[in-house]
């Protein structure tokens, strides 16, 4: 070969030449040939070294690899391709890496890995960071669908990419164990290995600089962070199922980023990102059963450890992040070993921690969520040996920290992780129950744990364990199981932890509450000793333990609804309570049994006794017996505990009264009143024989007490002896009662006379027994007098007591005193005069029966708001005055007047008191004309007259008088009662109508069929005749006369008519009354019973009144919704179960037309109490029941909100919050079946989103529309896309309907905050960017990909909203919702169809916001901009097209016009006007961010882009250029290559522009040019255009016509002459000077500073014409204004001040003028020439320099020697000089060196000295000595001068004159500088 010979710049050519052939020769199999080729192999090895940027024919070594049948031949060809990789092209890299891959699963494992490898390395070469999608284009052959561009891999190929890819993520190098030669977590060795290998000899391709996040590469990663990041990034790329991609996104954000430090951080971001939108198992597909996602990850955390090569599991922190996703997945769950392994793993494992133990613990909770009866069979009992391990070695742990023992300490799991074992042992008992069917161990260990652990979060979830675990034990437990758990609960409950070891502080409070849960739930409530166990703990000092076991003893409550459910169900047909109390003698044994082991309380022992009473009186209801016939079974039982019951009974009763605390009396004192009358015959006698017990409890004792044992008196006195009666009688008498009933005893409050009321009240009772035997009148009389002394006494207490014994007497027999005298009064006067206090009787023989009933009355007219005792009194007063006259006709018409005097009390309840004694005194069924009498006077004296309390009074009475009066005589006289009580209907106080409505009723109920009717009649004849007219709209006011607190009678009437029952109208205008005396003892009668008979009336026409009677229930007033509450009830009570039932489905729909239809009534209660009944009628319903409801629901709900009532407004807008709710609901396709939802949208999106509803003109219906609209949107996701137009339509509106006014306040007064517009602008647009309308959006977003055929149409939407201009925020959003779309539609999984469509939309969206660039608003602007920058990733070419014309037509005003390949024109208007800079900016930054985000779509327009950028790139205005230089610099590659690329396309635009009108573009032209001939000098393509651009420059600078900044052309011309000095011609040249001349001698309206320009450009220009004479012409063109200076200044000299100004204004055309004449002074060049000149113009030239040196500007004076220089350095001295001309030099050059101000002015006359000493001798002898030597003196001053750079040149100026001048001139250097060297230095450091 003559290859190894090659020269280094012919190798690379040659190795592609050599290697394609050479490598396909070792399929030969030949030993030598095989030598020879890897010798070359060898030797192409070792001078690729030398270049490590060399390109290899990958196309062809690809070929070679395909088509080899070696192995050997197909490894060296991809050792190959993988060096000539990085160094390809990228369309080049991506064939490659398609045909490396096809195929590769079917070649050999060692192969296929190097392969693969070679792929998973040219990955880091593209540029993940693009977001548009390009770079997924490109690898689109690795997706599952197949695309137009390419053909997609096979299934096999692709899975073993992404495994390998899986594989790299894994690799890892900084592991535990990797110095001991193992393989990384994940990995198997002999995998390990070869992945190390193939990272150290495969080269990888260099990540592209991302020119949008350049600053964020700070330095190279090494190889294998990038290999990692390239398959990151494709993985995110969404080429590859997100399936497959899971275990790699896992993999990347637990390992090592191999030095990418932000690789773990990337790849958790997009899985949280994925993950948030939707499910994250229904994204990844999680659910897939065989190989899918689940079984990958269960492999790498569990590892492989069958075969040869044993894959290690993942390492910790991968696992944790592997766990995370299993606990998804269902598929996971269903592979039951594996999920096994995994849960043991992470609790059990050495490198466990406990994070991963708390995720093993979830999941082990979601295999028990998730698992059927099956799968759980097969993972619980292993598992529940597993969390009993656990816990188990938490307890040794915790042994071995408190022993001080120094032993080896176990694994201890933190708090956290036993917290949650006990809690998930207890679901795992709830969900297998079979684990604890035949032991309680499981609820002892949980016992255990709540007693000794000692933190307080293990004892909460042990609690909740033991709550879970208690439903297995109730389903599954043999009864032997249930047996020890009763006994294990029973020692926990008696013995509460005192014999437990390492017992917790705080653990008896939970330990008890769980043992009375476990009670409730576990056990029925017949238990006993369940019940006893709560029993026990009634009194627990804590508050949960006490509430649970109240619930425990009570058998409704919901405890116990679950454990009788399937009783219920089994008796279903009876009517029997199921639910039954324990065994009365079982119980009563157990409690006794239990006293005698442990003392018990008081307070248990009174809760005892009360369950005891409770049992007995349940047992004998179950039974359907009499207690007294129970109590009989037990006597004559055989059972032994049943008949000793009672006895035993007894005994615990005795025992609580031997306690001192008052609780235990007064329930042993209630059970033993129980137990007598029980058992009457065997108690009452025994009891009665007791007489000093009796008397003792009696006298002593609390109040209740004593009120119980009175009755326990009553009960027994009949069963007493004549002689114990007798004597207990007076032994009361005489010992308790007689003795305080003196004047001294009245006063005594002391502790002596408590007994005092025990007295009485045993005197009394046995007194009316002994009056009823005909015994003991003495002492009954002098009982009757001491207590009528006592009505006097100073305690209460005694005179409630004196007052029930006066009941007690005179309810059996007169009063055995003497009648007395009444006073008697005939009018009020004297009435009054005689209400003075009675006397107070000194002795019992001066009480009286007048006495009595005078005393009783004072007492009755007691001020009740002085106390509630006092009140009482009153009322016990009134009723024992009814007793009295009972049985005394001579003192019951006293007493008739009595109570008739109190009619002017306002106490309600007094008068109820009145009303029963009236009845009381006049109702005798003997007699009836009392009770007639009675009726009379009320209807004839007290109805009609008064005043409206004493009208009140007389209705309480008429209506307890047919409540309790004789029938008889009611029905008699009925007509005359229902006209009194119709009249009180309209009487305005709210008592007088409840009590008229209540009697009514009542007065209906009481008589017979003929009665009815005639009072139905009546009553219907009322309300439409009378003086009163009471009309079916007259207000029955049901309290104050104020709105929204009445009730019509129309309503009512209606309600009873519309179900058939006229009649009903009485029970409605009974259900009417809500008065507060309803609620008390007394009114309680008039109340309850009417509600129960109407219930019974109402219930055969329920349909009917369902509808309305529910409306009721919500009426605003709550009295009214309170009685229609109490009646719905009633009527809906469940017969069997006495549960009140809800609504049935049957009555849905008339229940919601009544509704629908009362919400627009005209009354306001109406609709209130619709919307509140509304509100809760949708509460939990079905989707297909308020489907075709919905929508005439929100209607309904907008009037409500805008209603004039306030009350309706506040209910109106709780509906709407309900509706809202309920409306989320049915749009949530998790709670409701899709197709459901679906009609659902359909109904209510066009409402909300439409003119009634978000754009209402209603703030408070805009308000509750977006925040349902909002609502919906979120629930509905997916399934909203059918209605994406309309929603991004009402959403984008409402942006800006819905802002606050007071941002377009503040936008109008920016100026006051120190902002700017735009600021101002930004923050409105960052509060909108914040709403929940923005939400609302992002999930229209997410929806639009499921449904791509939506896009066009929300595109259509967006473009008119932006072609509208609603307002900021409404336009920024529709810019920002498009980026947005555009932006998920390249990230997300949609592919090419959603593209397609959103191309489909792109175009109309585009002129929109191409038409807005012009909007007055800044920000507006900047967010079109952006979009369209967006929009032109997925537009058409076309579009891109018309974006590119109107960004040029927006920065120019001018249409741009290509009509070949390389000529461009503009077509300007007639009417031309300048674009604003806004509009040239705005034009920027929209090219800006098309190239940004679109480069590879805009590319093909950046012809004609990229000149108009260049061009903008000059503009004058600084924030016009910057987004123009953006763009420039993210187009191309720099300003010169770029310049270079499109030169011939910019320098058209540029000469064409120079045409434009505007001379602000003429300007840009001319200094785009200017940039182009400095830059692009040497450019060949540039000498085409020298001649276009001469020719502009000539006919601009040879007008006189000026343009603004006309300068520019000057400048162009400067640049032009010197880029072009070579190529110009000579005629060319002077063409220029002349046209500058022209210029020069013509300034006119360009003024001083055209002038000056082209005096400038002129110098310049002089300068380069170096081989021509042209002095003459520039002093021609010149001398007017030397010499107009010179007279100005004389003329200045005369004018005074105003002479300064024009010398100001002189002084640059002067120095511009010195400084053309500087330039075009003749140079050596032109001689000899040019000698002429110099004689000619030398004195004028040496004069004109000169003269300037005084009174000039420093400039001028600079400008004056430069020139002076100029002439000195190439004059002929011989020929042109003279004496004169030289000192007039030398003169100027003194002058310049005396400068003390300005060091520029000392340093060029220094150089004009220096040139004339090195003119010689010659020239020195024309200067005279003393010139020389005043020189030569300054310039050794100079010597010390502050400037370092005069110092320097004053000092080669003195060396210059001595080596010229000789000794003709001594030159004095003793004058040496000081220091000059450390000046120097000093002077260099500063």
Not at 291 to 301: D, H, N, S, W
Not at 370 to 388: H, I, N, Q, S, W
Request: with cysteine.
């Amino acid at each position: 070969f003559r290859f190894a010979t090659v020269d280094n710049s012919k190798f690379p050519s040659a190795v592609s030449r050599v290697l394609p052939r050479v490598l396909p020769m070792l399929d030969k199999q030949n030993p030598q040939i095989n030598k020879k080729v890897m010798e070359v192999v060898r030797h192409v090895n070792t001078r690729m070294r030398e270049f490590p940027n060399m390109q290899l024919p990958i196309d062809k070594l690809i070929d070679v690899y395909q088509n080899a049948q070696s192995t050997l031949a197909k490894t060296i060809s991809l050792v190959y391709v993988a060096k000539g990789a990085p160094n390809a092209k990228e369309g080049e890299r991506v064939e490659m890496m398609r045909r490396i891959v096809k195929g590769v699963s079917k070649l050999r494992p060692a192969l296929r890995a190097q392969a693969i490898f070679v792929f998973i390395c040219a990955l880091p070469g593209f540029n993940w960071r693009d977001k548009s999608g390009s770079n997924a284009e490109k690898l689109n052959f690795l997706s599952e669908t197949k695309t137009e561009s390419s053909d997609t891999l096979e299934k096999a190929d692709r899975s073993a990419i992404v495994a390998q890819m899986l594989d790299v993520m894994l690799y890892s190098v900084n592991f535990i164990g990797s110095k001991k030669g193992m393989a990384c977590p994940g990995l198997s060795p002999k995998r390990f290995k070869q992945l190390s290998d193939l990272i150290k000899s495969t080269p990888v391709c260099k990540t592209p600089i991302d020119p949008f996040n350049t600053n964020k590469i700070k330095k190279e990663m090494p190889s294998i962070a990038r290999v990692k990041r390239g398959i990151l990034g494709l993985c995110i790329s969404a080429v590859i199922p997100s399936k497959e991609c899971l275990p790699i996104l896992l993999a990347a954000s637990a390992g090592s980023g191999g030095g990418d430090s932000n690789l773990s951080t990337d790849s958790q971001s997009f899985l949280r990102r994925m993950g948030g939108g939707e499910s994250t198992a229904k994204f990844f597909s999680l659910q897939d059963e065989k190989e899918g996602p689940a079984t990958v990850l269960l492999r790498i955390f569990l590892g492989d450890a069958t075969g040869q090569d044993k894959q290690r599991a993942a390492g910790l922190a991968l696992r944790c992040e592997i766990i995370k996703y299993l606990t998804q997945s269902t598929a996971a769950a269903n592979q039951t070993k594996s999920s096994i392994r995994v849960v043991l793993e992470a609790m059990f494992s050495p490198g466990s921690n406990d994070n991963l133990r708390l995720l093993g613990i979830g999941y082990l909770r979601f295999l028990l969520e998730t698992l059927d009866e099956k799968g759980l069979a097969r993972v619980c009992p292993v598992l529940f040996k597993g969390l009993l391990k656990l816990i188990q070695l938490h307890k040794k742990a915790s042994a071995s920290t408190s022993s001080k023992e120094e032993t080896k300490r176990p694994l201890k799991p933190s708090v956290r992780s036993i917290a949650s074992a006990y809690q998930v042992l207890g679901q795992m008992m709830k969900k297998f129950p079979l684990l604890v069917k035949q032991s309680s161990g499981v609820l002892m260990l949980f016992f255990k744990a709540l007693q000794t652990e000692a933190s307080e979060e293990i004892r909460q979830n042990v609690y909740e364990g033991v709550l879970l675990t208690i439903a297995a034990y109730k389903d599954k437990a043999l009864p032997a199981t249930l047996k020890s758990v009763r006994t294990l609960l029973r020692a926990m409950a008696l013995n509460k932890g005192e014999n437990v070891q390492n017992k917790s502080a705080g653990s008896e409070d939970l330990t008890q509450l769980a043992v009375v849960e476990c009670c409730n739930r576990i056990f029925p409530f017949k238990d006993c000793t369940a019940r006893l166990i709560c029993l026990l703990n009634s009194n627990h000092p804590s508050l949960k333990v006490r509430r649970a076991c109240e619930s425990g003893l009570k058998p409704l409550s919901k405890v116990f609804s679950v454990a009788t459910g399937a009783k219920r169900r089994k008796v279903e047909n009876k009517t029997v309570n199921i639910v039954g109390y324990p065994s009365f003698p079982e119980m009563l044994a157990l409690i006794l049994k239990t006293s005698k082991s442990i003392r018990l309380g008081a307070a248990v022992m009174q809760k005892c006794l009360r369950f005891l009473n409770l049992c007995f009186t349940f047992n004998a209801k179950e039974k359907k017996i009499s207690v007294t016939e129970l109590a009989d079974s037990f006597s004559t039982s055989k059972d032994e505990n049943k008949k000793k019951a009672l006895l035993n009974f007894q005994s615990l009763i005795e025992e609580a009264f031997n306690m001192s605390d008052k609780r235990a009396r007064e329930a042993g004192a209630k059970c033993l009143l129980a137990l007598v009358r029980w058992a009457p015959s065997t108690f009452a006698t025994h009891y009665s024989n007791r007489r000093n017990w009796l008397k003792k409890n009696i006298l002593q004792g609390s109040r209740e007490t004593r009120d119980v044992m009175g009755q326990l008196l009553e009960a027994i006195a009949g069963y007493m002896k004549k002689e114990i009666l007798d004597e207990l009688l007076k032994e009361f008498v005489n010992q308790e009662v007689i003795p305080n009933a003196s004047p001294q005893g009245l006063k005594s409050l002391s502790i002596d006379t408590m007994s005092l009321p025990g007295g009485l009240l045993g005197a009394s009772i046995l007194g009316a027994e002994s009056t009823k035997r005909g015994l003991a009148a003495d002492i009954l009389k002098a009982l009757c007098q001491s207590t009528g002394v006592l009505l006097w006494h100073a305690s209460p207490y005694v005179v409630s007591e004196s007052i029930n014994a006066f009941r007690r007497i005179g309810s059996v027999a007169p009063l055995p005193i003497v009648q007395g005298e009444f006073p008697a009064s005939k009018t009020e006067k004297d009435e009054k005069k005689k209400s003075l206090p009675l006397r107070v009787p000194t002795k019992g023989d001066d009480v009286t029966k007048a006495h009595v009933v005078q005393r009783l009355l004072a007492l009755a007219n007691t001020d009740p708001t002085k106390g509630r005792s006092e009140a009482r009194i009153g009322e016990s007063a009134v009723k024992a005055l009814g007793y009295l006259s009972k049985f005394d006709k001579m003192l019951k018409k006293h007493i008739l007047k009595a109570l008739y005097s109190l009619k002017d009390s306002n106490h309600p309840e007094m008068h109820f008191a009145v009303g029963e004694a009236l009845v009381i005194a006049a109702n005798d069924a003997k007699n009836t004309e009392d009770l007639s009498e009675v009726i009379d006077t009320l209807l004839e004296e007290h109805l009609n007259q008064g005043s409206h309390i004493q009208r009140q009074s007389a209705q309480t009475w008429l209506l307890c008088i047919v409540k309790y009066g004789d029938e008889k005589v009611i029905r008699k006289r009925a007509q005359e009662i229902q006209r009194a009580f119709s009249l009180g209907l309209t009487e305005s106080r709210q008592l007088t109508q409840e009590c008229a409505s209540k009697g009514l009723a009542l007065l209906y109920q009481l008589g017979d069929e003929k009665t009815k009717e005639e009072l139905l009649d009546s009553l219907s004849n009322l309300f439409s005749k009378g003086a009163r007219k009471v009309n079916a709209d007259t207000e029955i006011k049901i309290g104050v006369a104020s709105e929204g607190k009445m009730a019509t009678y129309k309503d009512l009437c209606n309600m009873a008519t519309d179900i058939g029952q006229p009649d009903l109208v009485y029970q409605f205008l009974d259900l009417a009354a809500h008065h507060s005396v309803w609620n008390s003892k007394s009114g309680a009668a008039f109340s309850l019973g009417s509600i129960l008979k109407a219930s019974d009336r109402l219930r055969p026409s329920l349909e009917k009144l369902i509808p309305k009677l529910y409306r009721y229930k919500f009426d605003p007033d709550p009295k009214i919704r309170g009685s229609m509450q109490d009646l719905w009830n009633n009527l809906m009570k469940d017969s069997k179960t006495g549960r009140v039932r809800g609504l049935e489905a049957r009555h849905f729909q008339p229940v919601m037309k009544e509704l629908l239809k009362a919400m627009n009534n005209s009354q306001w209660r109406v609709r209130n109490s619709a919307a509140t009944a509304m509100s809760s009628l949708i509460q939990g319903v079905r989707g297909d029941q308020i489907l075709e409801s919905i929508l005439p629901i929100w209607n309904a709900a907008f009037r409500l909100v805008d209603d004039r009532k306030e009350s309706v407004r506040k209910e109106g807008m709780a509906l709407a919050k309900s509706l809202t709710s309920l409306s989320e609901r049915l749009s949530n396709p998790q709670y409701t079946r899709t197709s459901t939802v679906k009609d659902v949208l359909a109904r209510i999106l066009p409402l909300l989103a439409g003119e009634d509803g978000i754009t209402s003109k209603v703030s408070e219906v805009q308000m509750v529309s977006v925040s349902a609209l909002v609502r919906v949107i979120k629930a509905g996701k997916r399934l909203v896309s059918a209605h994406l137009p309309l929603l991004v339509h009402a959403l984008l509106t409402a942006m800006s309907t819905l802002e606050p006014q007071a941002f377009s306040y503040l936008q109008f007064h920016v100026s006051s905050m120190e902002l700017s517009e735009e600021q101002m602008e930004r923050l409105r647009v960052m509060k909108t960017a914040s709403s929940p309308l923005q939400d609302a959006l992002d999930t229209c977003l997410s929806a639009a990909q499921h449904d791509p055929s939506t896009l066009p149409r929300v595109a259509s939407a967006i473009a008119g909203l932006v072609r509208q201009g609603l307002g900021l925020p409404t336009l920024t959003g529709c810019a920002r919702f498009a980026s947005r779309l555009v932006v998920q539609t390249r990230i997300g999984s949609g592919g090419l169809e959603v593209k397609n469509y959103l191309q489909q939309g792109s175009g109309e969206m585009m002129r929109a916001f191409t038409r807005g660039l012009k909007d007055s608003s800044t920000t507006v602007r900047k967010e079109y901009a952006r979009t369209i920058g967006q929009l032109c990733v997925v537009a058409k070419p076309k579009d891109i097209a018309a974006v590119v014309r109107a960004i040029v037509r927006l920065y120019m005003n001018a249409e741009l016009k290509r009509t070949t390949e390389d000529d461009y024109g503009f077509i300007f208007p007639d009417a031309f006007t300048e674009s604003p800079a806004k509009n040239r900016e705005t034009a920027g930054l929209t090219a800006k961010y098309m190239v940004a985000k679109a480069l590879d779509k805009s590319s093909r327009f950046l012809k004609e882009l990229l000149p108009v950028t260049f061009l903008a790139m000059h503009d004058p205005d600084k924030d016009v250029r910057k987004p123009w230089e953006e763009c420039w610099n993210d187009a191309t590659l720099g300003k010169e290559k770029g310049l270079n690329l499109y030169l011939e396309e910019i320098t058209n635009v540029c000469l064409e522009m120079f045409g434009s009108p505007s001379y602000l573009l003429k300007k840009i032209s001319v200094e785009t040019l200017q940039d182009i001939v400095t830059i692009c000098a040497k450019n060949s393509r540039i000498e085409k255009y020298i001649e276009p651009i001469l020719k502009l420059i000539m006919s601009s600078i040879s007008t006189t016509k000026y343009w603004g900044d006309k300068e520019s052309v000057l400048m162009l011309t400067n640049a032009f002459a010197e880029s072009f000095d070579t190529k110009l011609s000579m005629d060319s040249k002077k063409s220029l000077l002349k046209g500058i001349n022209h210029a020069i001698q013509n300034p006119k309206r360009g003024g001083k500073k055209y002038l000056v320009a082209s005096l400038i450009c002129g110098a310049k220009l002089a300068k380069t014409l170096k081989s021509m004479d042209i002095f003459e012409s520039a002093r021609n063109s010149l001398e007017k204004y030397l010499k107009e200076t010179k007279d100005n200044d004389d003329d200045d000299e005369k004018k005074g001040e105003d002479g300064v100004e024009k010398i100001a204004q002189s002084t640059p055309i002067l120095g511009a003028c010195l400084q053309y004449l500087s330039q075009s002074w003749p140079r050596e060049e032109t001689l000899p020439k040019s000698v002429a000149t110099m004689s000619k113009h030398g004195p004028w030239a040496i004069e004109t320099a000169s003269k300037f040196q005084r009174g000039q500007d420093w400039s001028v004076r600079a400008a004056g020697l430069r020139f002076l220089k100029s002439i000195m350095l190439s004059i002929d001295v011989e020929k042109c000089l003279t004496k004169k001309e030289a000192d007039i030099a030398a003169e100027a050059a003194e002058i310049g060196l005396g400068d003390t101000k300005y060091a520029s002015v000392r340093k060029v006359a220094v150089n004009v000295i220096i040139a004339m000493a090195k003119r010689g001798g010659k020239f020195g002898s024309l200067v005279s000595t003393s010139k020389w030597e005043a020189i030569v003196n300054q310039l050794t001053e100079l010597l010390e001068d502050r400037d370092l750079s005069v110092r320097n040149l004053a000092e080669e100026a003195l060396k210059e004159v001595e080596n010229t001048l000789g000794a003709s001139v001594q030159v004095k250097t003793t004058r040496k500088r000081k220091n000059s060297e450390s000046e120097k230095y000093a002077e260099l450091y500063l």
